[in-house]
């Protein structure tokens, strides 16, 4: 089972919960820290890491002395990643989004495959917790295809093993986030119940609604904002899985890098909760599938 | 110095020069020579999601200018107006086409060396 904790906006707890659930979880397990633009999951789950391995896309070289200035590729091209500037041909490796396909028009073999550094994928274990996590270069304008490389490496561990998959991942609704749920079996979504949290959680379920996948919601700091969200869910029919309080504790915990399952009895149920819940979910929707 | 493309938010002379280069809404083409002015459409630019500035770069070289005048310019655009030999006066916001045609020609818009965007 892959569960993907997301959400619309920014700084609702996806990687408290992320961090939570994976210590309470009771079987074979690997968290991945998708959020590659912002990775942090680390910073709670502590893992002995191994060395980095880049990840690359590809992107064309230019052999100037071959082009004939055809204009094959400028044309075949929709990212401008390559220019006919007058009569000089000029890449912008930047823009290209990989799809190779000036390489393939191109009859004098003037361009050739070079490569673009995405970003840094770290593989470790967190006591018995694989744990996964890819870093993305600095300047690099886009995520998902360095995610796809992130996803190809768990899915190369799970071939390997027979484990569950928590994936924390990148807030918003755009590529980023759609990449990182796309894969899951459950998508919990963790909001807070002010107006913004409220706002973007609608945005966030609006957009992974049309995916068919069971969703369910973490309520954090709740006893803040409005009761909005619980009548908007009680309406849609969306499962509160949890609600973590706000409490001062908490956030003590948080600023100090522990998981907050481990700093009282009453946290600890609240995500050995969740992670029960969770599996109904999947298996309530499975049960769906079969009869349908 | 022959023809020279400034940036402008609509069609004449009198009109404010448009601070973007790259999602400029147009361009006025002078003839120095001449004094004769053309407006380029630079609509389509502002619809892309990624490449205006190149784009934009493209359109003022087919049109022959040597020289551009805009507000800003960003690194990829600069990149690709250096590549065709074409000069830059940045800096250019809050005026019209007509007073930064002047300013050029009195010598008061110095040409970069580097993009200020």
Redesign the interface.
Same mark, same amino acid.
């Given at each position: 089972m892959i569960i993907t904790v997301a959400s619309g906006k920014g700084g609702t707890g996806k990687t408290t919960v992320t961090a939570s659930l994976a210590t309470v979880w009771d079987a074979p397990l690997q968290v991945v820290d998708l959020d590659v633009e912002e990775p942090n999951l680390h910073l709670f789950l502590w893992p002995e890491l191994g060395s980095p391995a880049k990840a690359w896309m590809e992107v064309p070289e230019l052999d100037a002395e071959k082009c004939t200035g055809c204009g094959n590729c400028v044309e075949l091209c929709q990212f401008k990643a390559i220019s006919m500037m007058l009569s000089t041909l000029t890449l912008y490796p930047d823009m290209c989004h990989g799809c190779g396909g000036c390489i393939a028009v191109c009859r004098e073999n003037a361009l050739q495959a070079g490569r673009r550094e995405l970003g840094e994928i770290r593989q470790g274990r967190a006591g018995k917790i694989d744990f996964l996590m890819g870093t993305l270069r600095i300047g690099e304008a886009m995520s998902p295809p360095f995610m796809e490389q992130v996803k190809k490496q768990m899915q190369q561990t799970l071939l390997e093993t027979n484990q569950d998959v928590i994936i924390d991942a990148p807030p918003g609704v755009s590529c980023p986030a759609i990449c990182s749920v796309i894969d899951s079996d459950v998508i919990v979504l963790v909001t807070d119940a002010t107006p913004f949290g409220f706002h973007d959680f609608k945005l966030a379920w609006e957009s992974f609604s049309p995916l068919g996948k069971p969703m369910g919601v973490v309520i954090n700091r709740a006893g803040l904002g409005t009761r909005d969200i619980y009548d908007f869910c009680k309406k849609k029919n969306i499962p509160i899985l949890a609600e973590i309080p706000f409490d001062r504790s908490i956030a003590e915990a948080y600023s100090r890098g522990r998981v907050i399952a481990g700093v009282s009895d009453e946290l600890g149920t609240v995500f050995v909760s969740l992670r029960e819940k969770i599996r109904d979910l999947a298996a309530d929707s499975g049960k769906e599938v079969s009869h349908a | 110095m022959k023809k020279i493309a400034v940036t402008s938010e609509d069609p004449t002379l009198d009109d404010q020069v448009d601070p973007r280069f790259g999602r400029a809404g147009g361009f006025l083409v002078m003839d120095l020579e001449t004094m004769e002015a053309r407006y380029i459409d630079n609509g389509a630019s502002q619809t892309?999601?990624? #490449? /205006?500035g190149?784009?934009t770069?493209?359109n003022v070289?087919k049109a022959g200018a040597e020289v551009v005048l805009s507000g800003y310019v960003g690194p990829?655009a600069f990149? /690709?107006?250096a590549? /065709? #030999?074409i000069k830059v006066g940045q800096d250019c916001d809050n005026m019209t086409v007509r007073e930064a045609i002047e300013k050029f020609q009195k010598g008061e818009i110095p040409f970069a060396d580097k993009p200020n965007r």
């Amino acid at each position: 089972m892959i569960i993907t904790v997301a959400s619309g906006k920014g700084g609702t707890g996806k990687t408290t919960v992320t961090a939570s659930l994976a210590t309470v979880w009771d079987a074979p397990l690997q968290v991945v820290d998708l959020d590659v633009e912002e990775p942090n999951l680390h910073l709670f789950l502590w893992p002995e890491l191994g060395s980095p391995a880049k990840a690359w896309m590809e992107v064309p070289e230019l052999d100037a002395e071959k082009c004939t200035g055809c204009g094959n590729c400028v044309e075949l091209c929709q990212f401008k990643a390559i220019s006919m500037m007058l009569s000089t041909l000029t890449l912008y490796p930047d823009m290209c989004h990989g799809c190779g396909g000036c390489i393939a028009v191109c009859r004098e073999n003037a361009l050739q495959a070079g490569r673009r550094e995405l970003g840094e994928i770290r593989q470790g274990r967190a006591g018995k917790i694989d744990f996964l996590m890819g870093t993305l270069r600095i300047g690099e304008a886009m995520s998902p295809p360095f995610m796809e490389q992130v996803k190809k490496q768990m899915q190369q561990t799970l071939l390997e093993t027979n484990q569950d998959v928590i994936i924390d991942a990148p807030p918003g609704v755009s590529c980023p986030a759609i990449c990182s749920v796309i894969d899951s079996d459950v998508i919990v979504l963790v909001t807070d119940a002010t107006p913004f949290g409220f706002h973007d959680f609608k945005l966030a379920w609006e957009s992974f609604s049309p995916l068919g996948k069971p969703m369910g919601v973490v309520i954090n700091r709740a006893g803040l904002g409005t009761r909005d969200i619980y009548d908007f869910c009680k309406k849609k029919n969306i499962p509160i899985l949890a609600e973590i309080p706000f409490d001062r504790s908490i956030a003590e915990a948080y600023s100090r890098g522990r998981v907050i399952a481990g700093v009282s009895d009453e946290l600890g149920t609240v995500f050995v909760s969740l992670r029960e819940k969770i599996r109904d979910l999947a298996a309530d929707s499975g049960k769906e599938v079969s009869h349908a | 110095m022959k023809k020279i493309a400034v940036t402008s938010e609509d069609p004449t002379l009198d009109d404010q020069v448009d601070p973007r280069f790259g999602r400029a809404g147009g361009f006025l083409v002078m003839d120095l020579e001449t004094m004769e002015a053309r407006y380029i459409d630079n609509g389509a630019s502002q619809t892309m999601s990624q #490449g /205006a500035g190149i784009q934009t770069a493209e359109n003022v070289a087919k049109a022959g200018a040597e020289v551009v005048l805009s507000g800003y310019v960003g690194p990829k655009a600069f990149q /690709a107006l250096a590549t /065709a #030999g074409i000069k830059v006066g940045q800096d250019c916001d809050n005026m019209t086409v007509r007073e930064a045609i002047e300013k050029f020609q009195k010598g008061e818009i110095p040409f970069a060396d580097k993009p200020n965007r």
